[in-house]
């Protein structure tokens, strides 16, 4: 299948730092990429959706100043976690598609803010 | 509003044993369904989807059938094995939108 590669795959910041994850689709082009976020036991919240060129698209509930957004390429998009606190320490997850295929999932990211 | 439920795991089996992973859902209008695994250190990848009611999606032995009138998608396997170990997930995806949402997880635990 498709290969989508997220980096890094652990990082540990202080709190008050940016963190930038980025989230790239190796063979195919990715229209639409998705962020995710998981916490401890719980499920998969999907936080944003973004499409190549445009503005992305955030859940109810999630700081788009604090989680920005950018698909700027058909293969790369990348999260960053602004002014980050502990409370933003968590498991976060992209996924990509291409146009008429299914979301194929980078392996996560664990982001640590001490 | 749309959600899953998936039972709680982990579930322990021996190899050779019948497996099955309850999966009910909430969602506006006819989603399409879809079940993910994650095994250890992997992204997830899909197993198997089911687009429409009473459609049967199948892969390595999986299958689930997207029951409209109880709102389910069970998770099956006839016969697991050591490799089957790993985090399942079931998700629909609304209807008309590329969204997945996403239980919890079961784990799922295979011993020789």
């Known amino acids: 299948g498709a290969v989508v590669s997220q980096h890094p795959s652990r990082v540990i910041c202080k709190s008050g730092t940016s963190v930038k994850i980025e989230c790239r689709s190796l063979?195919?082009?990715?229209?639409?990429m998705f962020w995710y976020r998981q916490f401890p036991k719980k499920s998969l919240m999907l936080m944003a959706t973004s499409n190549e060129g445009s503005k992305a698209t955030y859940e109810q509930g999630v700081e788009k100043d604090k989680f920005l957004i950018n698909h700027a390429s058909l293969t790369l998009s990348t999260l960053t976690v602004t002014s980050a606190h502990p409370e933003d320490s968590s498991f976060y997850i992209c996924?990509?598609?291409?146009?008429?295929?299914?979301?194929?999932f980078g392996q996560g990211t664990r982001l640590t803010v001490v | 509003g749309n959600s899953v439920t998936q039972m709680e795991g982990p579930v322990t089996l021996s190899e050779e044993a019948f497996l099955t992973i309850n999966c009910t859902y909430t969602a506006t209008g006819y989603p399409s369904l879809f079940w993910y695994v994650q095994y250890p250190g992997e992204g997830l990848q899909l197993l198997l989807k089911a687009t429409k009611a009473d459609d049967k999606g199948s892969n390595k032995g999986f299958e689930a059938t997207y029951r409209k009138e109880t709102t389910s998608f069970h998770l099956e396997k006839g016969s697991v094995q050591v490799s089957d170990s790993a985090v399942y997930f079931c998700?629909?995806?609304?209807?008309?939108?590329?969204?997945?949402?996403f239980g919890t997880g079961t784990r799922l635990q295979v011993f020789p």
């Open positions: 063979d195919f082009q990715a229209t639409t």
């Open positions: 998700a629909p995806s609304p209807y008309n939108t590329d969204k997945l949402i």
């Open positions: 996924s990509a598609r291409g146009p008429g295929t299914e979301a194929f």
